[in-house]
């Protein structure tokens, strides 16, 4: 008898060949399912309950694909593209999930009949390649006339992004909050992280607002502080990173003195250092003065005195903003304050929002920022409007970037449908029938909002392959009337970088996976591995 030959160690598991691809699909197709229904305006929300028992609610594709534990190495590519999507354009998540799988799925009969796994991946390539440059002459470039109508159009876009979301019903209010804030940002760079999000529970959603400035709940505050005044009009602001309060002393430490007179003096020189750092930033002007560490009832009191406002313990992530808003530098000593040091703005205010206050900072001239404050019931449902408004919000910000618009609403999937079909007509081999597959595959997003909305998807794709063949690339499929129609012409709008980057991730991922021909699964190091089972030994477990 052979004896065995281990090249790979104990306990490693292997599997190889067309069942393994065959396998890996499946398991991609069971991802897919998962978000499927999502889609669309008329698409249903998951409920995800963590190991700690916190539950989601969301039909945001990323989303529910980062709280999905999927093991399945295969599978996990289909995070990963959707994770790139939201990072890259912030929209169209589920649109390349879905179109990845349906790929796999008509791509898998061609696996199982023996057709070489690199035809195929050649033939996704081409395909994806032939898409992309169709989108791209398809793309119309919107000729921004005027500032009204490039925000019209930023809305527009805007209101496409949300009526597949959980705020459909209030979609005109916050696209306008969106392009707002958007447009309050400094251009080309648009960063994100000046806008800011902060949700308060209570009201309704229309109690939602914009504020074109720094906002941020009211910190943790000692006695004197209600004695400060809450406005100011054109003030200095002081940002600290210092502790104004008297320290506890600690536990390890020993002071010896001989009479109660020296007790007084390490007693004063305490006061006097922390009544220096109060009188120094006194004298320099500021009005308000905002600390990371905490501001004891000491200060409090000494700044209400002298019609100062003070906060302590602000966040990092507001400190940071508050500075690039309103200039000025974070000092960690109050040792010759220059006047460079301090920032400023035109208001500030601290008023009421439902149950919280918010300090509110408006005219900053260093750098343009904005806060938006969402209202609403339940914590969960703020959680998803947020999730909402920054799928809106990285719309309006590629359109801004790049302002080439398609038709969404299946129109410019069907339209590649048939661009796909025609040309596989034009060449010989396989590979006619596998771009015929993949044109089959762009299908999938028109035929999916159908179902999610209770249509006849397979009368309505019959309609919309008649139009398409009668040279109309615009018409997709009409939601509010349960028809087909000229999404352009409706205004269902999508920015172009959105549909080509959905389309190479997913050609992407399909090619990735139908070229893995085998797995192997290293045991975990360090376990005890199972002893092999000798003559007449019973076996374990």
């Not at 229309?206 to 074109?212: G, I, Q, T």
């Not at 940002?239 to 007084?264: H, P, S």
């Not at 905490?294 to 019609?307: E, K, L, N, S």
Request: hydrophobic share 40%; charged share 25%.
């Amino acid at each position: 008898m052979q004896p065995q030959i281990l090249v790979l160690k104990e306990g490693t598991d292997q599997s190889q060949g067309k069942p393994q691809l065959v396998s890996n699909i499946n398991a991609c197709q069971l991802v897919v399912d998962a978000v499927r229904t999502t889609l669309g305006p008329r698409g249903m929300d998951k409920l995800i309950v963590d190991h700690g028992g916190k539950a989601v609610i969301s039909n945001d594709g990323a989303t529910i694909m980062k709280l999905l534990d999927i093991v399945h190495p295969a599978a996990k590519t289909l995070v990963d593209i959707a994770k790139s999507q939201d990072a890259e354009v912030g929209d169209g998540t589920t649109s390349v999930v879905i179109l990845a799988g349906e790929l796999l799925k008509r791509l898998k009969p061609f696996v199982e009949e023996g057709v070489h796994p690199r035809i195929i991946v050649r033939a996704v390539r081409s395909a994806a390649k032939l898409a992309v440059d169709k989108v791209k002459e398809l793309a119309v470039k919107i000729e921004s006339k005027s500032p009204e109508e490039q925000r019209e159009l930023l809305r527009k876009c805007a209101v496409t992004a949300m009526s597949s979301k959980l705020i459909h019903q209030q979609k005109d209010h916050f696209s306008k909050m969106v392009v707002d804030a958007v447009l309050s940002l400094d251009a080309p760079l648009l960063p994100l992280d000046m806008i800011g999000i902060k949700k308060v529970s209570g009201g309704a959603l229309e109690d939602s607002f914009l504020v074109a400035g720094v906002a941020f709940k009211k910190t943790f505050s000692y006695a004197g502080f209600e004695m400060q005044p809450k406005s100011y009009t054109n003030c200095k602001i002081a940002l600290l990173n210092i502790e104004l309060e008297l320290k506890a002393e600690r536990d390890n430490a020993e002071v010896r003195v001989n009479n109660v007179e020296e007790y007084q003096k390490v007693v004063d020189a305490e006061w006097r250092i922390l009544y220096d750092k109060l009188g120094a930033l006194h004298a320099s002007g500021a009005q308000v003065v905002l600390s990371k560490l905490p501001i004891g009832d000491v200060a409090t009191q000494y700044f209400a005195d002298r019609d100062m406002f003070c906060a302590g313990r602000v966040t990092d992530e507001d400190l940071r903003r508050t500075q690039r808003a309103c200039g000025g530098a974070v000092l960690s000593s109050v040792r010759e304050i220059r006047p460079e040091s301090l920032g400023s703005c035109e208001a500030f205010v601290e008023r009421q929002v439902g149950g919280e206050r918010y300090n509110v900072f408006t005219g900053c001239p260093a750098a343009k920022t904005c806060t938006i404050i969402l209202r609403g019931g339940a914590e969960q449902f703020l959680e998803e409007t947020e999730r909402s408004l920054h799928d809106a919000i990285m719309i309006v910000r590629r359109t801004i970037k790049n302002d080439a618009v398609v038709a969404g609403g299946g129109a410019i999937d069907m339209e590649l449908s048939k661009h796909l079909r025609d040309h596989s007509k034009s060449i010989a081999g396989k590979e006619q029938l596998l771009l015929s597959a993949v044109a089959r595959a762009f299908e999938a997003i028109p035929r999916q909002l159908c179902d999610n909305a209770g249509f006849d998807a397979t009368n309505l794709l019959n309609k919309l392959r008649q139009k398409h063949h009668q040279g109309e690339p615009w018409y997709g499929v009409d939601i509010q009337k349960e028809d087909i129609a000229d999404n352009f012409e409706a205004c269902v709008w999508e920015p172009a970088v959105v549909k080509i980057n959905a389309i190479t991730a997913a050609c992407e991922a399909a090619a990735q996976i139908l070229s893995i021909d085998e797995t192997i699964k290293n045991a975990k190091s360090g376990e005890p591995q199972m002893p092999g089972r000798g003559m007449g030994r019973p076996r374990m477990g």
